[in-house]
């Protein structure tokens, strides 16, 4: 049930775009993304919930496609404090807990 | 606000010695899960609670893993004996479920079982 993600790690230098992609073998109820700096615990990002729906947070945003069970993760003009391991976590229904992939490193350099 | 604390933080234990790890949610969260993070596995769910009572541990990976919920807030995880492979950073998080179930991570239990 674990959700797959892809890239495994990705290099960038700031102001470069990055896609991360996480798809599931089931039908989804939601895609959670969250973001884990060395460290430091994994940090809520952003929930979708609807297919084909996409959400913003800054230049980080995410689009979820239902029919393919498979979302992505964008990340345009990257900074410096994006660097860190991104993880997608799926739901099958709303009464299952999540399960998370094995996570994208994204390095960005200056 | 506080938020998902755990201890301790850092736990060097020699194999087969008993670990707990302490967490206590955060007050009004109905869900509470654990998870473990390793190289290898990524971040494994290991049990989850919903309002107190166990719902999953098929994640719990064998017989020496315990845990419990006595209340709302506060929860363990023993490892009873602990063996080397069972080092890793655990993590556990809180939810209600009434809203987005955004997971709340605490900082980790980093255990080292030499």
């Known amino acids: 049930q674990q959700p797959v993600q892809s890239p495994q790690a990705v290099i960038l230098r700031e102001g470069e775009d990055a896609v991360i992609n996480c798809s599931s073998s089931?039908?989804?109820?939601?895609v959670h993304w969250y973001r884990q700096k060395h460290g430091e615990a994994p940090v809520f990002l952003m929930i979708?919930?609807?297919?084909?729906e996409q959400k913003g947070h800054d230049k980080i945003s995410a689009s979820f496609n239902e029919k393919k069970q498979q979302s992505s993760l964008y990340l345009t003009a990257s900074q410096l404090s994006y660097s860190g391991t991104y993880f997608c976590g799926t739901e099958i229904s709303g009464n299952t807990p999540l399960v998370f992939g094995k996570g994208t490193r994204l390095s960005v350099i200056a | 606000d506080a938020g998902v604390i755990q201890s301790p933080r850092h736990e060097v234990t020699e194999m087969g010695q008993e670990v707990t790890l302490r967490c206590k949610p955060i007050s009004g969260h109905n869900s509470l899960f654990w998870y473990r993070q390793t190289m290898m596995r990524g971040l494994e769910l290991l049990i989850y609670?919903?309002?107190?009572?166990?719902?999953?541990d098929s994640g719990m990976p064998e017989d020496r893993f315990s845990a419990k919920m006595p209340n709302a807030s506060f929860s363990t995880l023993k490892i009873q004996p602990s063996e080397p492979r069972d080092s890793a950073v655990y993590f556990c998080a809180s939810s209600s479920r009434t809203r987005s179930g955004e997971l709340f991570f605490g900082e980790g239990s980093r255990l080292t079982v030499l």
């Open positions: 979708l919930l609807k297919g084909g």
């Open positions: 089931k039908a989804l109820y939601s």
């Open positions: 609670f919903n309002n107190n009572v166990p719902i999953d």
